[in-house]
């Protein structure tokens, strides 16, 4: 099984494809100095990622000031920062929102879940007044699971022994995967985010979102995003085949200082949080 | 098996629905609980989708009251008798209520579920509604699916789905 899923990862054509204007956008956005100019003429190289941003820069959701009609009005009318975000939540919507037969999820529910998680991290750090950028916490949240989109199409040979270790309950959800596949769901993303050559923060965060005290640089984010997914999970909201079958850690909890009352209020947040996404799942 | 008719509506978080054949009501479950009303002479059901048994703070429970079991589950109840259920002549079945399989740092995700069990329970019990069948507590997510054309609830967890059938 091993091997099978390695032979995957190796090949890149066998990879999720994202699209190579993204891949591109990302690497210009490592460089501070990048123009807008520069963004622009690489984005429009894309019509499917023009199309969408366009669109989202008029939804409710961005609240440009003016009527947005081209790329190079939205980079300046909402920023770099939120245009990226905007790009790679359509770039995203093209990988997530699949059916996940093995995990029992369809593909809305993957697609909310990523948006929800997405959404509540950016949520976490501007109420924690936490020292990262709000797009980088969104992003990651909205990656966090891509690694599912590979490992679901194992589940057929081992079903009847994942079913049966889920009613004795006695590891964790991300055990099991890596008992019968050899593999995660996060180490796989791990690898599908770096053939795409994507920032490391969003690799580490992809790689221990279930164990943000093993993540070596980025800990803070990656806690951010285990709290995110956690609350999510909890409402239900893409709970998958291992249902609520993962720890909360404590060390995500004291990087970040967030309490008990500050989970309540984010496990009430979710209906409001639902509603917010309403654009971004269309988009 | 499917009218052309047929909607599937879906109940989100914190929301009550009605309707009636041949509709299905569906929603998903965490830790929150799924009350499902159904009269089957009327053939019509419901389902409430609530969050937490009573409202922390104790102000948001008269704006958002489907989010707590304390307010929700009156408001079901209203809402159903007022489409011409009698009490006596409809049950209840729940659903839902699954906690954290191991957590040390935070009482508040531990507790959800077997609070809003509890409170569903006992309210239920007081206003003399029986509860024909209940799936709750334990790790899994689950989905549910009321066929109002017959009361049958499609129930799916941990990647299995089963009928219940039982609706009197």
């Known amino acids: 099984m091993k091997e099978k899923i390695e032979e995957i990862l190796k090949d890149p054509s066998k990879l999720p494809a994202m699209s190579h204007v993204v891949i591109r956008v990302m690497e210009l956005l490592r460089d501070p100095a990048v123009s807008i100019n520069q963004l622009a003429t690489e984005i429009s190289n894309d019509p499917t990622i023009t199309a969408s941003i366009i669109k989202l820069s008029n939804s409710a959701y961005y609240r440009a000031s003016k009527p947005i009609r081209t790329v190079q009005e939205a980079l300046m009318t909402l920023g770099i920062q939120t245009v990226k975000e905007m790009i790679l939540v359509s770039a995203s919507k093209a990988v997530l929102h699949k059916d996940l037969k093995g995990y029992s999820l369809d593909a809305e529910e993957v697609w909310v879940h990523s948006l929800i998680v997405g959404l509540l991290s950016s949520k976490i750090v501007e109420h924690k007044k936490i020292d990262l950028p709000k797009d980088l916490a969104f992003t990651s949240g909205l990656l966090h699971d891509i690694g599912k989109v590979i490992l679901t199409q194992f589940f057929p040979y081992h079903i009847l022994d994942i079913r049966n270790e889920l009613k004795n309950m006695t590891t964790t959800f991300t055990e099991l995967e890596k008992k019968y596949f050899g593999y995660d769901h996060q180490e796989v993303g791990v690898q599908v985010l770096s053939a795409w050559n994507f920032p490391a923060e969003l690799i580490e965060v992809v790689g221990h979102h279930h164990n943000p005290q093993n993540a070596k640089k980025f800990p803070l984010l990656a806690s951010v995003v285990h709290i995110a997914n956690t609350i999510a999970i909890i409402s239900g909201i893409g709970i998958d085949i291992g249902g609520i079958n993962h720890e909360l850690s404590s060390f995500a909890l004291q990087k970040t200082g967030i309490n008990d009352s500050d989970l309540e209020m984010y496990y009430m947040q979710i209906p409001d949080l639902q509603k917010q996404i309403q654009d971004l799942r269309n988009s | 098996m499917f009218n052309k008719d047929t909607k599937i509506i879906n109940v989100g978080i914190a929301e009550i629905q009605i309707s009636k054949t041949p509709h299905i009501l569906r929603t998903t479950l965490g830790s929150c609980i799924g009350v499902v009303l159904y009269q089957p002479d009327m053939k019509l059901g419901a389902i409430s989708h609530f969050m937490l048994a009573h409202d ?113």
Not at chain 2, 96 to 117: D, P, R, T, V, Y
């Open chain 2, 56 to 168: 922390p703070v104790g102000r948001d429970k008269q704006k958002n009251p489907g989010k707590y079991g304390e307010t929700a589950l009156p408001l079901l109840i209203k809402m159903f008798e007022e489409e011409g259920a009698k009490r006596g002549s409809y049950s209840a079945r729940i659903f839902g209520g699954a906690s954290m399989f191991k957590n040390i740092s935070s009482n508040f995700l531990q507790n959800i579920g077997e609070n809003n069990i509890i409170l569903v329970r006992e309210y239920l019990q007081a206003q003399k509604i029986p509860i024909l069948v209940e799936d709750v507590g334990g790790h899994d997510g689950r989905t549910i699916s009321l066929f109002l054309e017959d009361g049958r609830i499609l129930l799916k967890k941990a990647g299995i789905e089963k009928y219940l059938y039982r609706v009197r």
